[in-house]
């Protein structure tokens, strides 16, 4: 007997085994259950993901002897001809290669006729976004008032491509990419079943480059069976399908907030000397950092938009901590960038050292050094250094020290009106850029409006909203107090407020920093002085 493969082998048969997809089962089971089964149906999604699949369950439940039932048995002959693809009955047509009029034509006139033998005649049109405009019109008539005994059941990938008269006139079920978790579940029975050897980090790293399709995961785990002596490891996986592991793009992204143009592209260089495809790294880059821009947005509170393991998100949560936000934006621009230049230039390498170049040696990048790096670079002094004018996009990374610096000394402030709060704000933000910068980042869109008997307000815009709920956490409040109060040496109390007005009035620059701002079209990103 030939060797099945096991997207084939494990391909639900009933509505039970169909995963991922509840909101759908759900209302194939009520309509069937009542009886009001609508005469067209188009079912849209991914590739993978069981529309094809459900399209054959349905017509089993309806054609099966004992039915219309929500569980076919799979045994009598119309369920068994359905599953092997080959009843009379149960027309499967590739929309892609039967696309013309002719076929359309064809199709009104075999309607006609009664059923050989089951209940319903039924028409499981695949990719039915690819039939012409002339198929479709000539398909319009027939599928808005067909005989009673025949249902049409469309798939497609492509649900715009599908004219609206067509949409119009089926009832329409939208189909989604299926969590990795459900993957994970799914895949481990198969293993247990198959006896295939698998821990759960290459499980994992199956489902996540699956994007969803069980079907891509099934064919992934196929190829990966013949490893299945030895156990499959999560690096086996990574090894065939070209993905950068975890711990490189780590380490890359490390060097790139560290400035470190050297670093990154050693790093590069053993990505690429591992084999691994540098398309794939520029994609798995890209969404590095935009996992890093969910935890620098939302925190804690956005965790579900990532997906991956506790550990996994505790670490990018870390490293979010050492760059500003504007910094993991550029990034991501820079990234983008350098594939669409790759395509145009045939040439995947260089596109993206000249993005690391730009990272670490481009001011403008807002990428910048962790807050201890940035303490440990800061001199000794006895008082606060003044903030140096210049443009946001002027400085050059600071040349490397032969050994560290001492910590820069804690220095208190005399500041007991609003207007002494005000004029060292800079200062203050600074310090607090050197314990956490998140914090620090999101202080900066506020003004001090109102410091009276030890309480400080701080306004945020109406557009800044996002920077003000932050900020205002038991933790954070307690945090910037605890500053506050070591800084300006007295007890201070700290309270949040959104301004009444759309917007606060912007602080006038001084003419120097005015005029290179107008001169390079650029704005200032930060005022922290020594940073």
């Given at each position: 007997m030939s060797y099945l493969v096991l997207a084939r082998k494990y391909r639900p048969q009933n509505f039970d085994q169909l995963v991922g997809q509840a909101h759908i089962t759900e209302l194939?089971?009520?309509?069937?259950?009542?009886?009001?089964?609508?005469?067209a149906f188009l079912f849209c999604g991914p590739r993978g993901i069981g529309?094809?699949?459900?399209?054959?369950?349905?017509?089993?439940?309806?054609?099966?002897?004992?039915?219309?039932?929500?569980?076919?048995?799979?045994?009598?002959?119309?369920?068994?001809?359905?599953?092997?693809?080959?009843?009379?009955?149960?027309?499967?047509?590739?929309?892609?290669?039967?696309?013309?009029?002719?076929?359309?034509?064809?199709?009104?006139?075999?309607?006609?006729?009664?059923?050989?033998?089951?209940?319903?005649?039924?028409y499981i049109i695949d990719e039915v976004h690819m039939l012409t405009s002339d198929a479709f019109n000539a398909l319009l008539k027939t599928l808005e008032e067909p005989p009673e005994h025949v249902k049409f059941i469309f798939a497609t990938t492509e649900v715009q491509k599908v004219p609206a008269t067509i949409l119009s006139r089926c009832q329409r079920f939208d189909f989604k990419r299926i969590a990795n978790d459900v993957i994970m579940d799914?895949?481990?029975?198969?293993?247990?079943?198959?006896?295939l050897k698998v821990n759960d980090e290459a499980l994992f790293?199956?489902?996540?480059?699956?994007?969803?399709?069980?079907?891509?995961?099934?064919?992934?785990?196929?190829q990966l069976s013949a490893l299945s002596d030895k156990g499959i490891e999560v690096a086996d996986v990574f090894s065939m399908l070209g993905m950068v592991e975890t711990e490189f793009l780590f380490d890359l992204t490390d060097a790139l907030i560290a400035r470190n143009c050297l670093k990154a592209l050693e790093v590069f260089n053993q990505i690429i000397d591992r084999g691994k495809d540098i398309k794939q790294l520029a994609k798995d880059l890209t969404e590095h950092f935009r996992h890093l821009m969910i935890i620098k947005v939302g925190g804690v509170s956005l965790n579900g938009l990532i997906d991956y393991p506790?550990?996994?998100?505790?670490?990018?949560?870390?490293?979010?901590?050492?760059?500003?936000?504007?910094?993991?934006?550029?990034?991501?621009?820079?990234f983008i960038e350098s594939q669409e230049t790759a395509r145009i230039m045939e040439n995947l390498r260089m596109p993206l050292e000249v993005a690391f170049a730009k990272l670490t040696y481009g001011g403008a990048s807002g990428v910048i050094p962790s807050a201890p790096q940035a303490a440990a670079a800061a001199p000794t002094a006895t008082k606060p250094a003044p903030a140096a004018p210049r443009p946001a996009m002027a400085s050059a990374p600071a040349k490397p020290q032969a050994t560290a610096a001492a910590p820069q000394k804690m220095v208190t402030i005399?500041?007991?009106?609003?207007?002494?709060?005000?004029?060292?704000?800079?200062?203050?933000?600074h310090e607090v850029s050197r314990r956490k910068i998140s914090v620090a980042t999101y202080l900066q869109e506020g003004t001090p409006s109102e410091f009276k008997a030890g309480k400080l307000?701080?306004?945020?815009?109406?557009?800044?909203?996002?920077?003000?709920?932050?900020?205002?956490?038991?933790?954070?409040?307690?945090?910037?107090?605890?500053?506050?109060?070591?800084?300006?040496?007295?007890?201070?109390?700290?309270?949040l407020k959104t301004a009444e007005k759309a917007a606060i009035a912007p602080k006038q620059e001084e003419?120097?920093?005015?005029?290179?701002?107008?001169?390079?079209?650029?704005?200032?990103?930060?005022?922290?002085?020594?940073?």
């Open positions: 194939l089971r009520k309509s069937i259950e009542s009886g009001r089964i609508a005469h529309k094809t699949s459900t399209a054959r369950i349905l017509a089993k439940s309806l054609n099966c002897a004992k039915g219309p039932t929500l569980k076919p048995c799979g045994e009598c002959p119309a369920c068994m001809e359905i599953a092997g693809s080959n009843s009379f009955d149960v027309i499967e047509i590739d929309g892609a290669s039967n696309r013309g009029i002719d076929e359309i034509r064809t199709l009104r006139e075999n309607v006609k006729f009664a059923p050989s033998y089951a209940r319903y005649k039924v799914n895949l481990k029975g198969v293993c247990t079943h198959e006896k790293a199956i489902a996540k480059a699956s994007q969803g399709s069980m079907r891509d995961a099934l064919g992934i785990l196929d506790a550990a996994i998100k505790q670490r990018l949560a870390a490293q979010a901590e050492k760059i500003t936000i504007a910094g993991i934006l550029r990034a991501i621009e820079l005399k500041a007991e009106t609003l207007e002494a709060i005000k004029a060292h704000w800079n200062e203050l933000t307000v701080i306004t945020f815009a109406k557009e800044n909203t996002y920077a003000k709920d932050f900020l205002n956490t038991k933790d954070n409040i307690r945090f910037l107090e605890d500053i506050f109060t070591e800084k300006l040496n007295a007890p201070v109390g700290i309270s003419p120097l920093v005015k005029t290179a701002l107008e001169m390079f079209g650029g704005k200032v990103v930060k005022e922290w002085p020594n940073a």
